[in-house]
């Protein structure tokens, strides 16, 4: 029962344009999403995150939009840069960021 | 944002035998969360690691298997017993932020095979 599901396993990208990374997710009783990046044998970073009392949340280059309707969330990362290159992992939790269930994570390759 | 040490950083053990992960933070908190990650999959919660009382176990993992200790509120360990090949996976700690429920950090994680 994978209640949060990152559908593409790989994403690759001009240096410079915008990424967009997507997630869906099943539960409804998620109130709270965050975004990690993730390079080989280092823990997660966290990025972002936003409550579902928000639809747009915004950080620099990255913006995350929650879309509660469709369970659906994005992250936006632009301009997208060669150091953005990593494992992107979508995360849900109810009630704040405690016990996370993680997406299968997303590989984006910026090109030069 | 909270520093996590986590000891070691990769173990090649024996099936049978027991190997125990460290986790250490620079500044106390209230929960640790362990984290498993099997090659190629996402990251699954074993349990949350509370100090002064037993550990809260998910679904799927128990005690016997991932004994788990909080002597303080800067430390935590996870022992992963009994190994069997199926337990090779990357294992994370990972602590709430100093912003209570809004953020989450992970140590660097401890790579487990087990042959």
């Known amino acids: 029962d994978q209640q949060v599901k990152q559908n593409s396993p790989s994403l690759s990208v001009q240096e410079g344009r915008i990424s967009i990374l997507n997630c869906d997710y099943t539960n409804s009783m998620f109130d709270y999403f965050l975004w990690y990046k993730k390079y080989p044998a280092e823990g997660p970073t966290f990025l972002i995150s936003?409550?579902?009392?928000?639809d747009k949340n915004e950080d620099g280059r990255f913006t995350v939009f929650l879309n509660k309707s469709a369970k659906h969330l994005s992250l936006h990362i632009v301009p997208s840069q060669p150091g953005d290159s990593a494992v992107y992992f979508c995360?849900?939790?109810?009630?704040?960021?405690?016990?996370?269930?993680f997406g299968q994570g997303t590989r984006l390759t910026i090109n030069p | 944002s909270a520093v996590i040490s986590q000891k070691p950083s990769r173990d090649i053990c024996q099936r049978g035998t027991s190997l125990t992960i460290q986790c250490q933070v620079d500044?106390?908190?209230?929960?640790m969360f362990w984290y498993r990650q099997q090659p190629g999959q996402s990251l699954t919660l074993i349990a949350t690691a509370n100090q002064g009382s037993e550990a809260t176990y998910e679904s799927g993992f128990v005690i016997d298997k991932f004994p788990i200790s909080r002597p303080n509120l800067t430390f935590s360990t996870l022992t992963v017993s009994n190994m069997s090949p199926e337990d090779s996976s990357i294992y994370l700690c990972?602590?709430?932020?100093?912003?209570?429920?809004?953020?989450?950090?992970f140590g660097q994680g401890t790579r487990l095979t087990v042959v």
């Open positions: 990972s602590v709430e932020g100093a912003r209570m429920n809004t953020e989450a950090f």
């Open positions: 500044s106390q908190v209230t929960m």
């Open positions: 995360a849900a939790s109810h009630g704040g960021a405690q016990k996370l269930v």
């Open positions: 936003i409550s579902s009392i928000k």
